[in-house]
């Protein structure tokens, strides 16, 4: 057993840099390549992929991209490859890298893990009657995919049988980095401590550049995007891990870029949930300990539950979103006029036709500040040149191409200033949405694939995740200040933010330890809920904080603060990845001689 090992970050999502692979093999400084594809949204394009024809359903440029142009160092070096890039087609994945591999005339072994597809077995599950976990919901018809999140421990097995790549359909994303782990230290499926610190690991470099300067609050200091270094993590087998990038890369890798990564989209972190392991952060630790350099520590864990969580994707209508250009005097005004002009004519047209309303519109003016409400500056209001973003659904196809051709009739009905790229008219696309369900570990059959042969994989299957042990931090100091001078709160604090489904997941990490009672005394749940108002789906909605004093920092959950989420959402910022940008303009008090210097 090795002592420690070394795991670039290669991927964050289906679509990422084709640089990051090449970059981590130049350094010669890796034992694993770990690659994250996987979305929600990316099962159900895959399995319409499938449906179409057999040997695909897979994140095809991973084979024909990156393991084309690697797959020589990787052998030189001695280098294992971990890849959730399988989708809901590993075999025909694992196939096509074979396939590949003898045509370079290399010596190298792949496996692939199955089991987390079940949607063979709908007819079987659905009088299970599954319930949606957060609006209680009951299984809709005519699924697209369904796949349960499996976690590392097949991943471990296929390493141990000796493989040198490994392809997985949907597990966890952190999977791919805790899979080597348990192989290389041994680590039992009890070690609950060090599960969540390989898990951590996992977090922290499952989105690529993400962890060296990628979308940083203090961007400034991440330099040379265009060669942006992706993280390398050295991890010891007592968990301890540091994060750094290869030499002469872009970017940074500072206790801000850590610190926003660890809070990003990790819902309450005293129980994010993983199969292998009920992950507590609160405590983590995180120290710059020399340049690009950062060490981290502290995780906590608990049993994990005994069910896997199961994501289903579904079609439901179509949706269509359009972006034109409108310059000039007014311009705010005439884009506005514009966008209700196109539907009042959609109303018309569709009920003269016996066709359904619109289900659903949205009439955005970027350029303005509109995901700012009521916090947008007056002056940005006035701007002589913005975006009119015009996006509908409706069930049927055909009622929003109508309405992509009246849009473009603006050109010559409605405002001077039309404008755009020409000949990019949007093409209407299905609405996926999500139905995320528990299912008994015990009715999933995991297995790893080697060769010829395929072997069971044991998992652990008795849980015992309890919620109500969950004990909260508290004494934690606040500052209240009257009477004081108030900052932007960026001036206190670094933030991220992303999804958790419908969910807005907003990490704000104070910048140094005695600025957080100034935070927390300031950023109370309800504050932020009533700040951020406007951008719940019916009016005013539920915050939750979290706290983590550990590092220290503050996470706030916001639900059903997305429009629907993802690809189900009409917002021009459907993920929530603004939300922390806008929320970091927040007045805080402080005192005078604080503030002075700031």
């Known amino acids: 057993m090795k002592s420690t090992i070394r795991l670039g970050g290669a991927s964050a999502f289906w679509g990422d840099s084709m640089l990051a692979a090449p970059q981590l093999l130049a350094s010669k400084n890796i034992d694993y390549l770990v690659f994250d594809y996987l979305a929600e949204i990316t099962m159900s394009i895959l399995a319409r992929q499938r449906a179409r024809d057999p040997k695909m359903g897979y994140a095809h440029d991973f084979v024909t991209a990156t393991m084309k142009a690697c797959l020589k160092d990787i052998a030189a070096q001695g280098v294992k490859v971990i890849s959730n890039a399988g989708g809901v087609n590993p075999r025909a994945c694992a196939e096509a890298i074979e396939a590949l591999i003898a045509a370079q005339g290399l010596s190298l072994k792949v496996a692939y893990v199955t089991g987390d597809d079940l949607l063979a077995r709908e007819a079987e599950i659905r009088q299970s009657a599954p319930k949606e976990m957060f609006t209680g919901e009951i299984l809709p018809e005519r699924l697209a995919s369904m796949n349960a999140y499996l976690g590392a421990r097949a991943i471990a097995q296929a390493l141990a049988q000796g493989a040198d790549i490994v392809i997985t359909g949907r597990v966890v994303d952190s999977a791919v980095t805790l899979g080597p782990c348990l192989y290389e230290f041994g680590w039992a499926d009890t070690d609950y401590d060090l599960l969540a610190a390989g ?121 269509v979103g ?132 395929a072997t069971p994989v044991a998992i652990r299957t008795a849980g015992g995740f309890t919620p109500s042990a969950i004990k909260r931090p508290d004494g934690l100091a606040s500052a209240h200040v009257t009477g004081g001078v108030h900052v932007p709160l960026i001036k206190l604090a670094y933030g991220r933010s992303g999804d958790k489904g419908n969910a807005s997941n907003i990490g704000i990490i104070a910048r140094k330890p005695d600025y957080m009672p100034y935070i927390r005394a300031t950023l109370s749940a309800r504050a932020v809920a009533t700040y951020l108002g406007h951008l719940f789906d019916a009016g005013e909605g539920v915050c939750e904080r979290f706290e983590l004093p550990g590092v220290p920092a503050l996470n706030f959950l916001l639900p059903q603060s997305l429009g629907g989420g993802g690809i189900a959402s009409l917002r021009n910022d459907p993920q929530g990845k603004a939300h922390a940008q806008i929320l970091l303009e927040f007045p805080v008090p402080v005192p005078p001689e604080l503030a002075q210097m700031l």
């Not at 750094?244 to 926003?260: D, L, N, R, S, Y």
């Not at 710059?288 to 981290?296: I, L």
């Open 199 to 319: 898990s951590l690991a996992g977090h922290i470099i499952e989105c690529g550049a993400q962890a060296c300067g990628g979308v940083y609050t203090d961007y400034q200091d991440s330099e040379d995007w265009a060669n942006i270094g992706y993280p390398i993590c050295t991890i010891g087998k007592d968990g301890v891990f540091e994060i750094t990038k290869p030499a002469g890369t872009g970017g940074c890798v500072t206790f801000g870029t850590i610190a926003e990564q660890l809070v990003y989209e990790i819902g309450d972190p005293q129980a994010y949930l993983l199969p292998d392991v009920t992950c507590d952060f609160s405590g983590v630790r995180i120290e710059e300990v020399g340049p690009n350099r950062v060490r981290v520590s502290g995780a906590k864990g608990t049993p994990p539950s005994g069910h896997y969580k199961v994501c289903a994707t579904y079609e439901d209508g179509f949706r």
């Open 322 to 453: 359009y972006y034109i250009t409108i310059g000039g005097i007014d311009a705010r005004i005439k884009a506005e006029r514009t966008g209700h002009a196109v539907l009042k004519r959609m109303e018309r047209m569709l009920r003269d036709a016996n066709m359904a309303p619109l289900t659903e519109s949205s009439v955005e003016i970027v350029g303005t500040e509109a995901s700012y409400g009521p916090h947008a500056r007056p002056g940005a209001l006035a701007s002589r040149e913005v975006i009119l973003k015009l996006a509908a659904k409706h069930p049927e196809e055909r009622a929003l191409n109508m309405l992509v051709r009246e849009a473009a009739s603006g050109a010559t009905s409605f405002a001077q200033g039309f404008t755009g790229l020409g000949g990019n008219r949007p093409k209407v696309s299905p609405v996926v949405r999500l139905f995320s369900f528990l299912m008994p570990k015990s009715a999933v059959e995991v297995t790893c694939h080697s060769g010829p042969n």
